[in-house]
């Protein structure tokens, strides 16, 4: 008999890092992000504590890099102003002080976004987005409804080859990347997108429990394709989640900083940069 | 009856009766809606100490166009839904009756688990994705029911099996091991 407080609905059975920390011992982590541009690089140390450390972000520039020392010449002294934090500001994910539980949170549900960019990096407004923006035309071009092909399970009827007829044809295969002004290849976006070589290991997880799709099936991965049959299959994905969560603390127990970096790995996995 | 040796020991890989289950995860949906219908159930199978429930079953309604119910049998012998949102219409599929299917869930895993899947298990012991669904093959209406063993490892390399058997005759319908895709 069920019992209607069990049943009541939003009780979803999350797993939980502290549920496993039999003896409170503090959980903290840290980790680093290294991007490079062609710009330059920046470093980021992030620390992440259970009970409240503050998270420290260092950035180191190309400018700050290029510095050199000169022994021949008199040092000038002049008065500076109060140094900056660290030489550059911080953007508000580094700002904020997260929970493991919140951190890891955050991580499954990147990882399970079809759109989401390895290393933090941004996709909303990026030259990624409009060239998935760009493909997305392709499917209605060959007369088919993505909503449609997701729904009823099946795999994706595009080939590369038919992307790059598409854009060739309709003369979108170059773009111009909003920031940098310079040109951008969507086919190739496409074709080196770890959305096309295999995208790590978790959306595969995804896709075997969808009967009548082929995990196997790079074009699946598209990654408009891949939100499509997310989108229509918001139960599978919920599952996997919890599972995935599950097999964390299966393997690392209430080592925060362990089931961090396993995350983190997952998010550099395939990255095609 | 097969005995099923699972991961590290020589125990019975055993998993929970989804038709002694079932009523239980039934009741709680009917809460959410009254029309609520079964679409899909779900036993994970046990690989580390703790899984992460005995039973999930997904329920719709084809009153509820943008939301369907995940319903949940924990090892504790509670049950927890969680309303799932969409943003797009439910994909409303023909729903799973009683009468749709005759193996109970640790009858379909003796015949779908092969000797393969059981190596793959053993060589896996963390393989907390793998479950065992009865679900409708496909969209179209009567479509056959099948229980469908997929064995996968969450944090691995993409390396599994899925066997489909007729959830009314046992008949192994595929079974086919997968590898990542290669770009």
Known sequence: ?273 | MTALVSCNSQETLSIPSLRENLSELEEAASLWNSAAYLADAELPIPGGEHGPWLVSASFNSPTEQFQSLLVFLQENGTVNTEIIPHTVPVVQVEPIEANDWKLDSQEALEIALDEEGIRFLEEHPGAGCSSLTLVRIGLEPGSPVVWRLVLSDCLGPGVGQTTEIDATTGEVLSRETHRPPAP
């Open chain 1, 1 to 273: 008999m069920v019992e209607l407080k069990e049943a009541a609905v939003t009780a979803p059975p999350r797993p939980s890092l502290r549920s496993r920390s039999a003896d409170g011992a503090t959980a903290r982590f840290a980790c680093i992000l290294l991007r490079t541009y062609p710009q330059g690089g920046s470093l980021r140390l992030i620390s992440v504590a259970a009970h409240g450390l503050p998270a420290i972000a260092l950035l180191v520039t190309a400018s700050q890099a290029g510095c050199r020392f000169e022994p021949d010449l008199v040092p000038l002294e002049i008065p500076t102003a109060p140094p900056s934090a660290f030489g550059g500001s911080l953007d508000e994910s580094a700002a904020s002080v997260e929970a493991p539980e919140a951190g890891m949170e955050r991580l499954l549900d990147e990882l399970l976004d079809p759109f989401n960019m390895p290393l933090g990096m941004t996709y909303i407004g990026s030259v990624h987005e409009a060239a998935d923006e760009v493909l997305a035309g392709a499917y209605a071009y060959y007369g088919y409804d993505l909503e449609e092909l997701a729904a009823s399970r099946q795999d994706n009827p595009l080939t590369e080859e038919m992307f790059r007829d598409y854009l060739e044809r309709q003369g979108v295969r170059w773009i111009t990347d909003p920031h940098t002004n310079e040109q951008f290849d969507v086919y190739a976006w496409l074709v080196q997108d770890r959305g096309v070589e295999a995208r790590g290991a978790i959306h595969p997880e995804v896709l075997e429990q969808l009967p009548g799709i082929d995990a196997e099936n790079i074009m699946n991965y598209e990654r408009n394709y891949l939100h499509a049959l997310y989108s229509a299959h918001p139960v599978v994905v919920q599952r996997v989640r919890y599972r995935i969560a599950n097999d964390l603390l299966e393997l690392y127990g209430n080592d925060a900083a362990a089931v961090f970096e396993h995350l983190q790995k997952l998010d550099l996995v395939g990255t095609g940069d």
